[in-house]
């Protein structure tokens, strides 16, 4: 027999580049990020810096802030952001509350409400704000019919659209909100629906039913079981749905775009809006950078505090 040929053992790499080897392997990740995330926010930051001058760029440190935030436009977007935010997230913990609680009662058709509940969560928010718009048009909205009536909106019926808000409770702060306003809350209260109850659901479930039947046996009726017992024991997960009903809150435009853009006026240019407007519709880019800037702040400060919120609860549970 031939003796058999021996293969040449394969030479090793060089050590230097097998301690190199995670580098190498997560770079291209890191190209990605860095051209998507870490370039457009440094980029942004210099804008907010820098304003555009007839030579040039030209460095202006703070000024692109002072001047953002000295506008009539910016305090008037300010107050109706707090005042989308409030209601917002009230109406959405509160409603999503009381569905999910007579969900956990087992209820005939739970299961059917509950397919029904993922409707708004399959639709994106450009959609569900034409949905809405498609209720109140004065011509041919679904609710068109009873918004015209003066008898019931004297005296000349009311366009959502379009009617001008009332008469503010407190100086010049927008509250009570506008028809529009009002509007794109329940709008957006509609959208984030089936999150929040999907999640309050979770939290009730877990709830050990000893202790529910404890409380209905010492003589609690069903508003001091949920106020003195359900709550205190789902106070993380409501202060999660909180933070993060604020967050989208924060940062959607969709349901704006197709609702009511910004009008009538000025009455629905919430921060988000704001933002667009400044930097696509009037092309200042150097205040939108500012902006986004600002509401980039806020957002963290509402994660931090989301995460030191569950932390504190853990430490506490």
């Known amino acids: 027999m031939e003796q058999a040929r021996r293969l040449p ?25 860095f051209a998507i995330q870490v370039y457009p926010f440094l980029y942004t930051i210099w804008l907010s810096l820098e304003q555009r001058k007839p030579t040039g760029w030209v460095f202006v440190g703070l000024k692109n802030f002072t001047q953002l935030f000295a506008t009539t436009l910016f305090g008037e977007s300010a107050g109706l952001t707090v005042v989308f935010l409030v209601l917002f997230v009230a109406l959405t913990l509160g409603t999503g509350f009381l569905i999910a609680y007579l969900l956990s009662r087992n209820i005939s058709f739970t299961g059917l409400y509950t397919t029904l509940l993922f409707i708004p969560w399959v639709l994106s928010d450009i959609i569900s704000g034409e949905v809405f718009r498609l209720l109140v048009l004065p011509s041919y909205g679904v609710l068109s019919g009873y918004l015209q009536n003066p008898k019931i909106f004297p005296p000349h019926g009311l366009s959502v659209l379009t009617a001008p808000p009332p008469n503010p409770w407190i ?49 609690a009726n069903s508003l001091q079981a949920i106020w003195y017992i359900m709550l205190p024991i789902m106070r993380p997960t409501v202060v999660v749905a909180i933070f993060s009903l604020t967050l989208s809150g924060m940062n959607g435009v969709g349901m704006i775009f197709s609702l009511t853009g910004g009008g009538p006026g000025t009455e629905t240019e919430i921060m988000p809006w704001l933002l667009y407007s400044i930097g696509w519709l009037q092309v200042n880019f150097n205040w939108a950078a500012a902006l986004a800037l600002l509401i980039g702040v806020i957002n963290l400060l509402l994660i931090i505090g989301t995460l030191r919120a569950t932390r504190l609860e853990e430490a506490n549970g």
């Open 171 to 219: 100086g010049s702060f927008p509250f009570p909100p506008s028809p529009a306003l009002v509007l794109l809350i329940l709008a957006t209260t509609w959208r984030a629906l089936p999150f929040i109850t999907l999640l309050l659901l979770a939290s009730i479930q877990m709830i050990p039913k000893e202790v529910i039947e404890s409380a209905r046996i010492d003589g």
């Open 9 to 33: 053992l394969q030479k090793k790499p060089p050590q230097w580049l097998r301690n190199s080897l995670p580098f190498w392997l997560i770079l291209p990740t890191a190209i990605v990020l």
